[in-house]
């Protein structure tokens, strides 16, 4: 089921995350170890903004409480990926910011906040 946020298809940003994650890798091998987790976090970014979305629109969130939180979900993100033993941590944190540049650029069009 895709999810849109104000004309923003998150389902299809994550596509495009992991996209830029694949392209980044350049590695088979790499990108299957990876492949799942990636999934994962970006599961999890979707689910995140849309939470902040409902939390914007009820007053309940402003811009540095949605960064706040979202930061945490960052780090959270990083240990899945560094848990992965065949990568450096220099290759997990390019491909996390692979990953999120392309929802920063997505979470600014949905709810038009720089929080990523």
Do not use: H
């Amino acid at each position: 089921m895709a999810t849109t946020i104000n004309g923003v298809n998150f389902s299809q940003v994550g596509k495009d995350a992991l996209t830029a994650a694949k392209v980044l890798l350049d590695d088979p091998s790499t990108w299957k170890g990876l492949k799942d987790i990636l999934q994962n976090v970006a599961d999890g970014l979707t689910a995140d903004i849309k939470f902040i979305a409902r939390k914007k629109l009820s007053g309940e969130f402003n811009e540095d409480d949605a960064r706040v939180y979202l930061e945490d979900q960052k780090t959270i993100a990083r240990v899945r990926i560094r848990s992965v033993a065949i990568i450096t941590l220099q290759i997990a944190e390019r491909v996390l910011n692979a990953v999120l540049d392309v929802f920063r650029i997505a979470v600014q069009q949905a709810i038009g906040w720089t929080v990523l």
